[in-house]
C-alpha cells in the first residue's frame, strides 16, 4: 500500500497549556500505532472474537469514536472498519512532533488514503484542543503558492 506525509496543527488555549498536553498527545499517538499493529494483525479472521481483541485500546477506539459498524454496507466488517482511522505517524522512518508557542505540530509518513478528521476532533475534544487540521503531501499541492514574499 502507499504512503503519504500528513501534517497536522493543533492550537491550545495558550503555549502553557500545548506544552502541558504534549506528552499526553504523543503517548495517544503511540497508542494509536500499537492499536493499528494490533488491529493489522487480527483483520483479516472476521470473526467478533478477534473483533473483540482490538478493544485492547479502549481510549484510543473511544476518543476516535471507532465502533464497529451495525448498520448500512459495512455492518459487521471487522477486517476494514479501522483502515485510515488509526494510521498514526509514530514509529516510522518519517516523523516529527513539536510545541511551537501554543500550538502542537505533528507529521508522518501513514497509509495514502488515511483520514485524519477523527484524530482532529479527539485532539478537540478529549485533549482540549481549541482548533485543529490537517493535510496531507498526496493532494496536490503547489509549493510556490506557500512562499510568502517580503
Not at 48 to 65: G, N, Q
Not at 116 to 124: C, D, R, T
Amino acid at each position: 500500500m502507499g504512503e503519504a506525509i500528513y501534517y497536522m496543527k493543533a492550537k491550545w488555549p495558550s503555549a502553557k497549556a500545548a506544552n502541558e498536553v504534549a506528552p499526553k498527545v504523543e503517548e495517544f499517538l503511540i497508542r494509536m500505532a500499537e492499536a493499528e499493529n494490533r488491529w493489522q494483525e487480527t483483520r483479516n479472521g472476521g470473526t467478533e472474537a478477534e473483533a473483540s481483541r482490538r478493544v485492547e485500546f479502549p481510549d484510543v477506539y473511544s476518543a476516535l469514536h471507532l465502533e464497529i459498524p451495525t448498520k448500512g454496507i459495512f455492518a459487521g466488517d471487522y477486517s476494514n472498519y479501522c483502515a485510515g482511522i488509526l494510521s498514526s505517524p509514530y514509529g516510522k522512518d518519517c516523523y516529527d512532533f513539536e510545541v511551537e508557542g501554543d500550538e502542537i505540530r505533528f507529521c508522518g509518513e501513514v497509509w495514502h488514503f488515511a483520514d485524519w478528521g477523527p484524530l482532529a476532533n479527539a485532539l478537540k475534544e478529549t485533549f482540549g484542543a481549541i482548533s485543529a487540521g490537517w493535510l496531507s503531501d498526496e493532494y496536490e499541492v503547489d509549493y510556490y503558492d506557500l512562499i510568502e514574499l517580503r
